[in-house]
């Protein structure tokens, strides 16, 4: 069973950093890409990076270029966001998800269930 | 990278059919068969319903398909249940290892 397990969140002051931990286990980890999706509070779905299997491509969005980088260790079956210059506007719930296949270019199967980032002072 | 635009909202009546828009550019959903539905119930983590524009992965139900029409994509439910009743959201690659979510929309059941 696929499970993937999100933590390191919490409430941070605007400025301030954070790193965000996926845990994954019940697949081959290091045969897929990984992807981070937030979702701030009351609001939709918004894809924030994605890395493929290899860490050999990877994605951001906009909103969050330049400071947030998103990293994996396949000896871990582990996938990380560090959070730098956090803003207000990054407060959300984030969901690590499993791509389909090795390439970032693929949706996502299984999702986590989410770690809470609360940036206020 | 500007979100896909979806309607804020459809209802229909159990057993009928709806089908729920997303509209990108010819930068994301008109240029690539990339485009997935993830269904969320509150307080859940969202899921997978259709994958590249209208292939359902295993254990979704056939009542879900999806189809592409120039910048346009839209997921049809029929036979509609009490279940179905959720938020779907459209994505769709957007080139350059950069995917676009739809805004979202809610799906009511009367």
């Known amino acids: 069973e696929v499970q993937l397990v999100e933590s390191g969140g919490g409430l941070v002051q605007p400025g301030r950093s954070l790193r965000l931990s996926c845990a994954a286990s019940?697949?081959?980890?290091?045969?897929?890409?990984m992807h981070w999706v937030r979702q701030a509070p009351g609001k939709g779905l918004e894809w924030v990076s994605g890395?493929?299997?290899?860490?050999?491509?990877?994605g951001y969005a906009d909103s969050v270029k330049g400071r947030f980088t998103i990293s994996r260790d396949n000896a871990k079956n582990s996938l990380y966001l560090q959070m730098n210059s956090l803003r207000a506007e990054d407060t959300a719930l984030y969901y690590c998800?499993?791509?389909?296949?090795?390439?970032?270019?693929?949706?996502?199967?299984?999702w986590g269930q989410g770690t809470l980032v609360t940036v206020s002072s | 990278q500007s979100a896909l635009t979806q309607p804020a909202s459809v209802s229909g009546s159990p057993g009928q059919s709806i089908t729920i828009s997303c509209t990108g550019t010819?930068?994301?959903?008109?240029?690539?068969?990339?485009v997935s539905w993830y269904q969320q119930h509150p307080g859940k983590a969202p899921k997978l319903m259709i994958y590249?524009?209208?292939k359902r992965p295993s254990g979704v139900s056939n009542r879900f398909s999806g189809s592409k029409s120039g910048n346009t994509a839209s997921l049809t439910i029929s036979g509609l249940q009490a279940e179905d009743e959720a938020d779907y959201y459209c994505c769709s690659y957007a080139g350059s290892s950069i995917w676009v979510f739809g805004g979202g929309t809610k799906l009511t059941v009367l």
């Open positions: 890395i493929s299997w290899n860490s050999g491509s990877i």
């Open positions: 010819s930068s994301d959903v008109g240029s690539y068969n990339l």
């Open positions: 019940g697949f081959t980890f290091d045969d897929y890409a």
């Open positions: 998800a499993k791509g389909r296949k090795s390439s970032v270019v693929t949706s996502f199967d299984y």
């Open positions: 590249e524009v209208s």
